[in-house]
């Protein structure tokens, strides 16, 4: 059975820190709707009702794009584990790019990664939890190093590029926001 809480609480907070990965969701008024798996070591609880989380390169760059039409965002964690639960929570979010008041002090909260496009400052307006009954049992492995390699094998000129080559538009078009 859902149960739905204003905030965050202590067990909710837990449960996250426990997950290796999350999702995120976002649509813009019109066009595709974007769920995208997320790990390493990129997210925070900043508090009952903030979320801090970093957003590394990627392929695309969705959320980005639709919070400029849209400011609304679904983080989501999964158990794959022992305890069977689903953690939605709902809000919205600032996009803060290298150079933007805020960026060096949500950055200084995680990992450096010369890849980091932007930090998400979510605030939480709703907190979801469910059942997680049909969520099958998942071994954790390890975290890939395949986006470490990745930025090891290019230089900051060449990560903008990429930037600007891949992470400008959605998939529908719309600008993202980010920077080159």
């Known amino acids: 059975m859902a149960k739905q809480f204003p905030q965050l ?12 990965m999350f999702f995120t969701g976002s649509a813009g008024p019109e066009g595709r709707v974007n769920i995208s798996p997320k790990g390493m070591d990129s997210l925070r609880v900043l508090g009952p009702s ?3 989380w970093m957003n590394l390169t990627g392929s695309g760059n969705e959320t980005a794009g639709h919070l400029l039409q849209v400011n609304r965002i679904t983080l989501m964690w999964s158990s794959f584990t022992t305890r069977p639960m689903i953690l939605r929570t709902y809000g919205t979010a600032r996009v803060l790019h290298v150079g933007d008041t805020g960026w060096d002090e949500l950055a200084a909260l995680f990992p450096a990664h010369r890849s980091a496009r932007q930090i998400f400052d979510v605030s939480v307006d709703m907190v979801q939890t469910s059942c997680g009954y049909a969520v099958p049992f998942m071994d954790y492995q390890s975290d890939r190093d395949t986006m470490q390699k990745w930025v090891d094998g290019k230089s900051d000129d060449d990560i903008r ?12 078009g719309k600008p993202t926001g980010v920077p080159v």
Not at 9 to 20: A, D, G, L
Not at 161 to 172: G, H
């Open 9 to 20: 609480e202590e067990p909710h907070r837990k449960f996250i820190e426990e997950q290796h």
């Open 161 to 172: 590029a990429y930037w600007e080559e891949k992470n400008q538009a959605t998939i529908d």
């Open 50 to 52: 903030r979320i801090a």
